[in-house]
Structure formats: structure tokens, C-alpha cells
T-cell receptor, first 111, second 117 residues
């Protein structure tokens, strides 16, 4: 079974609003990464957060990690129509090990 | 950052034929690479771990005789889908861990879309 679960499964918002997606996982991790995938395309790496970090920012993106709750969140501020995509979290149990993906959140930003 | 390429980016083949997909780490060496499969509107599922110089490790439910993996060098892993069937139609993505700032990031290839007719 997948390591991670994401919620919501689908999110629809208006341009300019903020979007928050959550990811929960089951076992200890080395790091967690968030990816974006446009329909029919490959993965785009967004942010990596290590297990000893609690929050990271990159432009309009903010990621938090709570290892005690085994959860992470991705916040996209001031969303744009171009942010429409599927977003996945992926956890790694060891430094160079495999990534295990969550089920993903499909975000639709309406212009 | 590190780059992983895949070839081909898309392929259409007839049922019963075999298809080979290549995954290359372009500017770093990878003793391990990972192969994922993604069906439409689903997440990525790990199929197998490719190990340079040794046998691949397959996830439960993945047929090793159907999905042949060869990791012949530190920069190349190949996945061969043998006797392909329409249900094998999927998006296949490889990844390789590379060092970045003291930790390993997972670098993904752009994916190969396989359609079996």
C-alpha cells in the first residue's frame, strides 16, 4: 500500500486564493518531497524538507513537516490558473532509498 | 541540478511485442535506480529497484519475468516490457538518487508513455 495519504483528493479554488494540501505517512522518514504533475506530463520537483526541518519556503510555496504527527502540508499562496495540476508528496525512509508516493491532490484554480 | 533522461518519451507497440525503456543519469552516477508505473488519474507505484551489477528487487505483485530490468552501468538502467498487453499501457517513470547539499534528492526522469494496441 502507499506510504502516504493526501487530502483533499481534489481541490477547486478561485485564482488569488490560497490552496492547502495535506500529506500523512506511516513510517519514519529521512525526508519528504512535494512534486507537481501537469496532466500527462512528468514530475516537477517543488520542495524537499528534511526530517529535522519544520518549515521551508520557496516563492509562493510553504511546506511544513510535523514528524510527531507524521504529516506534512503544502500551502500555495495567491494561486494562479497555471497552478492547476496534481500534487504529490513522496517520502524517503533512508537517504538514498526509494520514494513512496501519496495518492495525490488534484488542484483546479479557476481564473 | 542533476538530470535523469528517459528514452523513448512515448512508444506505441502491438500486443505481444517487447519494448525497452532506457533511464540515464546524465551528470552523476547511480548505483541504484527506481522504476515506477503510473496509471491514469492514479499515483506513482514503485515497480522495482534497479541495482548496478546485481539483480533488481521487485515489489510485490510485479512480475520479474515480464518486466526485465538491467542496470549495466552506473548511468544506465533499462526496463524491458516483454510480451506487452494492453493492460501494460501506462506511464513509466524512473528515478535515481543524487547527492545535493549533503543529502540525497530523488531525481526523476520525464517519463515514458507506453501504449499497447
Amino acid at each position: 500500500s502507499q506510504q502516504g495519504e493526501e487530502d483533499p483528493q481534489a481541490l477547486s479554488i478561485q485564482e488569488g486564493e490560497n490552496a492547502t494540501m495535506n500529506c500523512s505517512y506511516k513510517t519514519s522518514i529521512n525526508n519528504l518531497q512535494w512534486y507537481r504533475q501537469n496532466s500527462g506530463r512528468g514530475l516537477v520537483h517543488l520542495i524537499l524538507i528534511r526530517s529535522n526541518e519544520r518549515e521551508k519556503h520557496s516563492g509562493r510555496l510553504r511546506v511544513t513537516l510535523d514528524t510527531s504527527k507524521k504529516s506534512s502540508s503544502l500551502l500555495i499562496t495567491a494561486s494562479r490558473a497555471a497552478d492547476t495540476a496534481s500534487y504529490f508528496c513522496a517520502t524517503k525512509g533512508t537517504n538514498a532509498g526509494k520514494s513512496t508516493f501519496g495518492d495525490g491532490t488534484t488542484l483546479t484554480v479557476k481564473p | 541540478g542533476a538530470v535523469v533522461s528517459q528514452h523513448p518519451s512515448w512508444v506505441i507497440c502491438k500486443s505481444g511485442t517487447s519494448v525497452k525503456i532506457e533511464c540515464r543519469s546524465l551528470d552523476f552516477q547511480a548505483t541504484t535506480m527506481f522504476w515506477y508505473r503510473q496509471f491514469p488519474k492514479q499515483s506513482l507505484m514503485l515497480m522495482a529497484t534497479s541495482n548496478e551489477g546485481s539483480k533488481a528487487t521487485y515489489e510485490q505483485g510485479v512480475e520479474k519475468d515480464k518486466f526485465l530490468i538491467n542496470h549495466a552501468s552506473l548511468t544506465l538502467s533499462t526496463l524491458t516490457v516483454t510480451s506487452a498487453h494492453p493492460e501494460d499501457s501506462s506511464f513509466y517513470i524512473c528515478s535515481a538518487p543524487g547527492l545535493a547539499g549533503g543529502t540525497y534528492e530523488q531525481y526523476f526522469g520525464p517519463g515514458t508513455r507506453l501504449t499497447v494496441t
